[in-house]
C-alpha cells in the first residue's frame, strides 16, 4: 500500500498545519489529527527536529489505523510505503532504514519511508493568543503517563527520587477512544495532590480525522484498524519532543514490567508478530539507534525491564499514594469492548494478559479486589484463551533455559541479558501461581499443575 503524506496549509487544525494523507489504492483521503495547541500552552518556540520525529511518529499512527490488516494475503502482514514530507528530510533519509526496521518490527509489518522538504513550517500558531506560554519546566526526566498501572508506579518512584523537583509527564490519547484521556487527567491530578513535587502534565490528542464531504469506498465509512500495535511510538513522539524543550540529552522514561515489555508467547501460536511488542528491548534499542542518526540524542530507558509487575508494586516508593489511587489507573489490552462482558459496568475485561498480570502483582500487595468484565477464576478455564493459554504454560513448567529460548524466538535479545530476562518471566510465572493457588478453585489449580492453598 502506497501512502502519500502532502502538506494543506488552507487545512490548518488546532494550530497545526494540515497534513493529508493520500491512500490511492482506498480511493480516499484522510487528515492527521495533532492537537499542536496543547504544545503551544507550553512553548511557542519550535525545535524543528524534534518536531519532524513527532509528526513522522503521529503519521505511523495515522497509516497503522488507516491501513487494515484484514485486506492482507496472511490477514495481518501490510506492506507500507510512505512518502512524507519533513523540515530535516536529509538527515531522516540517512535514518530512514533504521526507523524502518524498528517500525516493523514494532508493528509486525514491512514499512518504507520516503522524505522529502516539507513546504514550510508545521507549526501554525494564532496571530490572537494572547496568553503566554508556561514553558517546559527544568525536569531532571520526562516520562510517560498511560494511565496504565505500570505508568503511575513509575510517576510515584520518579516524584520519590527526585523530592521537590518538577516531574514532567507526557500522554497522548485518541479521539477515537474513549477512557484514557480521563485516566491521564485523573492521575494527573492525584499527582499533584499527593507529591510535593510540581507536577506538569502535556497531554496531546493525536489520531485521524476525515475531511468533510471525503467520499469512502462504495459510499461506506472507512473502519479503522484496532490493532494500535504503534501507540507507544506516538508517546515516544511527544516525549523526545518534550525532552528537547526541556534540554540537550534529558532522558525519557517509559515505564513498563519486563514481562509485558518481552511479552514471551503464551504458547506457540502466539509467537512473532502475533505477540505486541510495544516496549520490547529491542525495539527500543533500534529506535533509538534510528533517532542517533537523525541528530537526536535523548537516552530512552524502561527502568523496570527486570521487574515483575509484582515487584514494580512491592517495591514502589510511595506505597500509600499506589494503595490509595490504584484504582485510578487501567491496565486492560480490551477496555474499549464492552459490549460482551459480563458486568459492563466494569473499567477492564479482566481476561486479557494485562488484566491477568494486574490481577496477580496486585494479590502481592494485598489489593485484588477490583471489579472485571470477567471474573476468570469464577468461569471455566478455556472459556478465555488468555487464561486458557497462561494456566498451560503455568503446567508445562518450562525451565530458564525453555523461557530464553521462547523469548528468542519473539524478538532479538542481548545473549548477555538473556538469562535475566529469562528470570523474570520466571518470577512473573510465579506471581500468577500464588495468586491462583489463593483464589483460583481446586479444578483451576489442577490444570495449571499447582497446590491449592489451604
Given at each position: 500500500?502506497?501512502?502519500?503524506?502532502?502538506?494543506?496549509?488552507?487545512?490548518?487544525?488546532?494550530?497545526?498545519?494540515?497534513l493529508?494523507?493520500?491512500?490511492?489504492?482506498?480511493?480516499?483521503?484522510?487528515?492527521?489529527?495533532?492537537?499542536?495547541?496543547?504544545?503551544l500552552?507550553?512553548?511557542?518556540?519550535?525545535?524543528?527536529?524534534?518536531?519532524?520525529?513527532?509528526?513522522?511518529?503521529?503519521?505511523?499512527?495515522?497509516?497503522?489505523?488507516?491501513?487494515?490488516?484484514?485486506r492482507?494475503?496472511?490477514?495481518?502482514?501490510?506492506?507500507?510505503?510512505?512518502?512524507?514530507?519533513?523540515?530535516?528530510?536529509?538527515?531522516?533519509?540517512?535514518?530512514?532504514?533504521?526507523?524502518?526496521?524498528?517500525?516493523?518490527?514494532?508493528?509486525?509489518?514491512?514499512?518504507?519511508?520516503?522524505?522529502?522538504?516539507?513546504?514550510?513550517?508545521?507549526s501554525?500558531?494564532?496571530?490572537?493568543?494572547?496568553k503566554?506560554?508556561?514553558g517546559?519546566?527544568?525536569?531532571p526526566?520526562?516520562?510517560?503517563?498511560?494511565?496504565?498501572?505500570?505508568?503511575?508506579?513509575?510517576?510515584?518512584?520518579?516524584?520519590?527520587?527526585?523530592?521537590?523537583?518538577?516531574?514532567?509527564?507526557?500522554?497522548?490519547?485518541?479521539?477515537d477512544?474513549?477512557?484514557?484521556?480521563?485516566d491521564?487527567?485523573?492521575?494527573?491530578?492525584?499527582?499533584?495532590?499527593g507529591?510535593?513535587?510540581?507536577?506538569?502534565?502535556?497531554?496531546?490528542?493525536?489520531g485521524?480525522?476525515?475531511?468533510?464531504?471525503?467520499?469512502?469506498?462504495?459510499?461506506r465509512?472507512?473502519?479503522?484498524?484496532?490493532?494500535?500495535?504503534?501507540?507507544?511510538?506516538?508517546?515516544?513522539?511527544?516525549?523526545?519532543?518534550?525532552?528537547?524543550?526541556?534540554?540537550?540529552?534529558?532522558?525519557?522514561?517509559?515505564?513498563?514490567?519486563?514481562?509485558?515489555?518481552?511479552n514471551?508467547?503464551?504458547?506457540?501460536?502466539?509467537?512473532?508478530?502475533?505477540?505486541t511488542?510495544?516496549?520490547?528491548?529491542?525495539?527500543?534499542?533500534?529506535?533509538?539507534?534510528?533517532?542517533?542518526?537523525?541528530?537526536?540524542?535523548?537516552?530512552?530507558?524502561?527502568p523496570?525491564?527486570?521487574?515483575?509487575?509484582?515487584?514494580?508494586?512491592?517495591?514502589?516508593l510511595?506505597?500509600?499514594?499506589?494503595?490509595?489511587a490504584?484504582?485510578?489507573?487501567?491496565?486492560?489490552?480490551?477496555a474499549?469492548?464492552?459490549?460482551?462482558?459480563?458486568?459492563?459496568?466494569a473499567?477492564?475485561?479482566?481476561?486479557?494478559?494485562?488484566?491477568?498480570?494486574?490481577?496477580?502483582s496486585l494479590?502481592?500487595?494485598?489489593?485484588?479486589?477490583?471489579?472485571?468484565?470477567?471474573?476468570?477464576?469464577?468461569l471455566?478455564?478455556?472459556?478465555?484463551?488468555?487464561?486458557?493459554?497462561?494456566?498451560?504454560?503455568?503446567?508445562?513448567?518450562?525451565?530458564?533455559?525453555?523461557?530464553?529460548?521462547?523469548?528468542?524466538?519473539?524478538?532479538?535479545?542481548?545473549?548477555?541479558?538473556?538469562?535475566?530476562?529469562?528470570?523474570?518471566?520466571?518470577?512473573?510465572?510465579?506471581?500468577?501461581?500464588?495468586?491462583?493457588?489463593?483464589?483460583?478453585?481446586?479444578?483451576?489449580?489442577?490444570?495449571a499443575?499447582?497446590?491449592?492453598?489451604?
Amino acid at each position: 500500500m502506497n501512502i502519500v503524506i502532502q502538506q494543506n496549509r488552507k487545512k490548518a487544525f488546532r494550530e497545526f498545519t494540515g497534513l493529508e494523507i493520500h491512500v490511492p489504492s482506498l480511493s480516499q483521503t484522510f487528515l492527521l489529527d495533532l492537537d499542536f495547541s496543547a504544545i503551544l500552552k507550553m512553548s511557542w518556540r519550535i525545535d524543528a527536529k524534534a518536531l519532524d520525529f513527532l509528526v513522522l511518529s503521529a503519521v505511523v499512527f495515522a497509516v497503522d489505523k488507516i491501513a487494515l490488516r484484514r485486506r492482507t494475503p496472511d490477514r495481518w502482514t501490510r506492506d507500507l510505503r510512505v512518502t512524507l514530507p519533513l523540515q530535516h528530510f536529509a538527515e531522516w533519509n540517512q535514518a530512514a532504514a533504521a526507523f524502518a526496521e524498528s517500525v516493523s518490527f514494532l508493528t509486525g509489518d514491512r514499512w518504507h519511508f520516503t522524505f522529502t522538504q516539507a513546504d514550510g513550517p508545521f507549526s501554525r500558531r494564532r496571530t490572537n493568543r494572547r496568553k503566554l506560554p508556561r514553558g517546559f519546566p527544568k525536569t531532571p526526566e520526562v516520562s510517560l503517563l498511560s494511565g496504565g498501572l505500570d505508568s503511575f508506579v513509575g510517576a510515584l518512584d520518579l516524584c520519590a527520587k527526585f523530592p521537590k523537583q518538577p516531574i514532567l509527564f507526557v500522554s497522548h490519547y485518541d479521539g477515537d477512544v474513549a477512557g484514557p484521556a480521563s485516566d491521564q487527567a485523573h492521575l494527573c491530578e492525584c499527582l499533584k495532590a499527593g507529591v510535593p513535587n510540581p507536577i506538569s502534565h502535556l497531554q496531546v490528542r493525536v489520531g485521524v480525522r476525515r475531511p468533510s464531504g471525503n467520499s469512502s469506498n462504495h459510499g461506506r465509512e472507512h473502519a479503522f484498524e484496532t490493532s494500535f500495535r504503534s501507540r507507544s511510538l506516538i508517546f515516544l513522539g511527544l516525549a523526545v519532543y518534550a525532552a528537547s524543550k526541556v534540554g540537550a540529552r534529558t532522558p525519557i522514561h517509559i515505564p513498563e514490567n519486563g514481562p509485558i515489555a518481552l511479552n514471551m508467547p503464551l504458547n506457540p501460536s502466539r509467537r512473532g508478530s502475533c505477540s505486541t511488542r510495544t516496549v520490547h528491548p529491542y525495539f527500543i534499542d533500534s529506535l533509538q539507534k534510528a533517532l542517533v542518526a537523525a541528530g537526536i540524542r535523548h537516552e530512552i530507558t524502561n527502568p523496570y525491564e527486570l521487574k515483575t509487575k509484582g515487584e514494580m508494586l512491592s517495591e514502589c516508593l510511595n506505597q500509600h499514594l499506589l494503595k490509595s489511587a490504584y484504582q485510578l489507573t487501567n491496565s486492560c489490552g480490551k477496555a474499549g469492548r464492552r459490549a460482551h462482558w459480563n458486568n459492563r459496568r466494569a473499567r477492564a475485561c479482566g481476561a486479557c494478559v494485562p488484566c491477568l498480570f494486574r490481577r496477580a502483582s496486585l494479590h502481592a500487595i494485598g489489593c485484588d479486589d477490583e471489579v472485571y468484565g470477567f471474573d476468570v477464576l469464577a468461569l471455566r478455564a478455556d472459556e478465555h484463551p488468555d487464561f486458557h493459554a497462561l494456566i498451560g504454560l503455568l503446567r508445562r513448567k518450562p525451565s530458564r533455559k525453555d523461557i530464553a529460548k521462547a523469548l528468542l524466538a519473539n524478538g532479538r535479545l542481548p545473549l548477555a541479558k538473556l538469562d535475566l530476562y529469562a528470570g523474570v518471566v520466571e518470577r512473573m510465572l510465579g506471581e500468577v501461581g500464588r495468586w491462583l493457588s489463593a483464589k483460583a478453585s481446586s479444578s483451576v489449580c489442577a490444570l495449571a499443575g499447582i497446590k491449592k492453598s489451604p
